[in-house]
């Protein structure tokens, strides 16, 4: 059995913990640790209790040599065959821990664009993906940002988009969900699922909720998640009175329960976006999505056919398609449809873990037979 080392930052709740967490549950046919570098997080239960071996390193700040040598013990020590990176951060240290412990195949794969970034940094990833023996992007946008401003060759990179897990809802489910979050039956319901920050445009998002309200729309708006633009989205709420319209849920390990309950999902990304996990699941669990088209967002999104593209930091056009979608049920229903068809045939557990399989097989078969 091959055997594989997963190193990652921390298993907190975000779009690629759950993707690393999705793959090592789904691809059973390989063996899976998980070295999280700094703390376990939040989310490590999801593989502690399903027997997969997570170990934590608590390690902080910049590249230091004991660290370094604390993972490339721990690495020789378990005799792995590939090792697999998830983030730029994971990706220093475990690229060149895994060259120092003699691993066969190291993997580095990015879930964000890299655009604006120091030149420090520029040459840090370059430096990187020339210890790698494959670049896993999980979109095109992605891809192009890795071969066009960074210069990695094309002919290393995989293209593998994120997974979702099937949401399918149901009535039962769609009114416990409405239900415990004191929402009418008739009420539309716009949802958002992401890290607070500003460049996730979620001013935009509240100021496109009060011109609904303002052009006579019955509609709550429910946000999860947390982070550092928190304070000043509440306080943007309100100072737009939306204070009964908005429902903050805080960042929740049942985020996509609350998918049910939505009519609708919004994703308004200002500056960059590698390929928001949020939307696949919203796309898994029927919903129109309206989006940005910011990095990854278009590959989700098709503009008219499961939803809609926006135009960046637009809050009455965002107003406008709302009002729109709530004002023609069959055609938002036929747009759920179209959701979860693209679900089905590019964003599916089954399709990630049979590429990522095949890429696991193809280097090994390389380097097995560039050794004889």
């Not at 401003?149 to 399918?168: M, Q, T």
């Not at 909720?209 to 550092?228: M, N, Q, T, W, Y």
């Not at 633009?229 to 929740?252: C, H, P, Q, Y």
């Not at 390929?275 to 098709?302: F, K, R």
């Amino acid at each position: 059995m091959i055997s594989i080392c997963h190193i990652v930052d921390a298993l907190n709740i975000g779009g690629l913990e759950k993707t690393l967490i999705g793959f090592v549950l789904n691809a059973r046919e390989f063996k899976h640790v998980v070295f999280c570098l700094r703390a376990k997080g939040p989310l490590v239960k999801f593989l502690e209790d399903r027997g997969i071996e997570v170990r934590e390193f608590s390690l902080s700040g910049r590249l230091r040599i004991r660290g370094i040598m604390r993972v490339t013990a721990e690495l020789r020590k378990g005799r792995f065959d590939i090792v697999h990176c998830h983030g730029l951060y994971p990706a220093v240290w475990g690229a060149i821990s895994a060259r120092m412990a003699g691993v066969a195949v190291v993997i580095m794969h990015v879930q964000n664009q890299y655009y604006g970034i120091s030149w420090k940094d520029k040459i840090k990833v370059r430096t990187v993906a020339a210890f790698t023996d494959r670049v896993i992007a999980v979109s095109l946008a992605v891809r192009k940002c890795l071969i066009g401003f960074l210069g990695i060759p094309c002919a290393k990179i995989a293209l593998v988009y994120n997974s979702a897990e099937d949401r399918r809802s149901s009535d039962s489910l769609r009114r416990k969900v409405r239900e415990g979050l004191g929402l009418a039956p008739g009420v539309f319901v716009v949802g958002s699922i992401s890290r607070i920050e500003g460049h996730k445009g979620h001013s935009f998002l509240v100021e496109s909720i009060a011109e609904c309200l303002r052009r006579g729309l019955d509609c709550k708006c429910v946000i999860i998640g947390d982070g550092p633009a928190m304070d000043g989205l509440r306080n943007r709420v309100k100072s737009l009175g939306l204070e009964n319209t908005v429902i903050f849920l805080g960042a929740r390990q049942d985020a996509e329960d609350y998918l049910s309950g939505m009519d609708i999902f919004v994703q308004l990304s200002t500056t960059h976006e590698g390929l928001p996990l949020a939307l696949a699941e919203a796309a898994s669990a029927g919903l129109c999505l309206i989006a940005t088209d910011i990095g990854g967002n278009a590959e989700i999104v098709q503009d008219g056919v499961n939803g809609f593209i926006v135009p960046v930091r637009n809050s009455t056009a965002v107003a406008e398609k709302i009002i729109y979608l709530a004002g023609h049920e069959d055609e938002m229903r036929k747009m759920s449809r179209e959701s979860r068809n693209t679900w089905e045939s590019k964003f599916s557990q089954r399709e990630m873990v049979d590429k990522i399989a095949k890429i696991y097989k193809d280097e090994i078969s390389k380097r097995n037979h560039t050794q004889l």
